[in-house]
């Protein structure tokens, strides 16, 4: 039998296959359809266009989070309509207002991904859940409608890159800081429709939270995914939903890692002992250097940590340790965003909103609003804004002239206090 990376065996199960080649073009089944407020509408346009059926109402995700709270009229008929449709087929998984909050900490939270599961999303950081050991992707809303009626999807088997990440992590360096790193390392085209596999003694020590960030900006390097062998982290993670906790099988897993013998396009191996607190500089994700490399001040004006790459609670616990008993700089805006209604109401618990605001933060609702220029956090000209987003993109934040530089929440805390960016001390 050929031997088969972790990606290209979850492909081929979910084929009805014994295995499955890259390049090969298959129909492949699918375990969760994702989508949210602005690519929802696209695709019940879509779908109503088939004149089919809802193919499963339990195996749809809907999400209302990148435009909310409603920032205008426009984007509130948006979430009229899905609100409608929703309630129209009966969607199990429709999480609006209240039970809503920035898609992809949300999910897996709520005990929606599995390793081994084929994951679909009409959002590019659906890469996310790879972090898990599922094959998640990223698709228009085209697609997303036939899988809404089908539940099936048609891709190409991507290659796999290998990366093995060996050594230990320096002070201060996170989950964030190893994919700025190799996105620097290999370019925003250095793995066109690869499948990213990170391994190695430094991921097998890292905590989900670490791996749901590395796996989320597989996208920024032009993967179609990210992926993570599942081991006994990502399982202590999933015994810890409440809703699983009778459910989980852990020898279901047992096959889910690749072969030795397994071939990959290139194998790239990263020795995290010269990683430092990375930032990327205006304007791509690959633009990096390490903070402390920095040839002068650069002094911002707003500081966000939060969305769908580190908005988790471990990161809120970072910043927090970073800002205790610290003020944010007088010519700073630091915005706080938790990550899902969870995540928020466990900060408070812990003190680290209390934290926050008597740092001078503001605390935001859970939301994507500011990460792709939406509301909440929108950059004037000129305006410089260091973020644990995900993308610096010209523009990607508010006026086309206004700068933004990605960081780990440390690092981002840190800048709020000085007002420039910098290291923690």
Not at 232 to 244: A, G, L, R, S, V
Not at 346 to 358: C, H, P, S, T
Request: some cysteine.
């Amino acid at each position: 039998m050929v031997k088969q990376t972790i990606t290209e065996k979850i492909i081929a199960k979910h084929c009805r296959k014994k295995e499955v080649n890259p390049g090969e073009f298959v129909e492949s089944d699918v375990d969760i359809a994702l989508s949210n407020d602005i690519t929802s509408p696209l695709t019940i346009n879509q779908f109503k266009l088939l004149n089919k059926k809802i193919f499963n109402r339990n195996k749809i995700v809907i999400v209302l989070d990148h435009f909310v709270p409603n920032k205008d009229i426009a984007s509130a008929e948006q979430c009229k309509m899905v609100r409608e449709f929703a309630k129209k087929n009966n969607l199990k998984y429709f999480f609006d207002g209240a039970t809503a909050g920035i898609e992809h900490a949300l999910l897996p939270e709520q005990g929606l991904i599995l390793p081994g599961y084929v994951v679909i999303g009409a959002d590019s950081h659906t890469c996310t859940y790879g972090a898990l050991g599922c094959f998640s992707t990223g698709v228009g809303s085209t697609d997303l409608a036939c899988v809404w009626a089908t539940g099936k999807i048609w891709l190409r088997v991507p290659e796999s890159i290998k990366f093995i990440y060996y050594g230990k992590l320096n002070k201060w360096v996170y989950g964030k800081d190893l994919i700025l790193y190799t996105i620097g390392k290999i370019g925003v085209n250095g793995a066109n429709y690869k499948s990213m596999e990170f391994t190695g003694e430094v991921i097998q020590r890292l905590s989900i939270a670490d791996r749901f960030t590395i796996c989320n900006m597989a996208i920024e390097s032009g993967a179609k995914s990210g992926i993570i062998e599942p081991d006994e982290i990502t399982f202590n993670y999933i015994m810890q939903i409440k809703n699983k906790k009778n459910v989980i099988d852990k020898q279901l897993w047992a096959d889910l890692k690749s072969d030795k013998d397994a071939e990959y396009s290139k194998i790239i191996e990263i020795n995290c002992n010269e990683i430092e607190p990375i930032v990327a500089l205006p304007h791509l994700p690959s633009n990096i250097t390490s903070v402390n490399k920095l040839r002068k001040k650069i002094w911002v004006d707003q500081v966000v940590i939060g969305s769908c790459t580190n908005g988790r609670l471990e990161d809120l616990r970072i910043a927090s340790k970073v800002l205790k008993g610290r003020k944010v700089n007088s010519n700073v805006r630091l915005l706080i965003f938790p990550a899902t209604p969870t995540i928020y109401k466990q900060a408070l618990k812990e003190g680290l909103i209390d934290i926050f605001i008597n740092s001078g933060g503001i605390i935001c609702p859970p939301t994507c609003g500011p990460c792709l220029g939406g509301h909440l956090g929108i950059l004037a000209k000129g305006e410089k804004c260091i973020a644990t987003t995900n993308r610096n993109f010209v523009g990607r934040m508010g006026h086309l002239e206004s700068e933004i530089y990605l960081a780990n929440p440390a690092v981002a805390a840190a800048s709020a206090i000085s007002g420039y960016i910098t290291e923690p001390e």
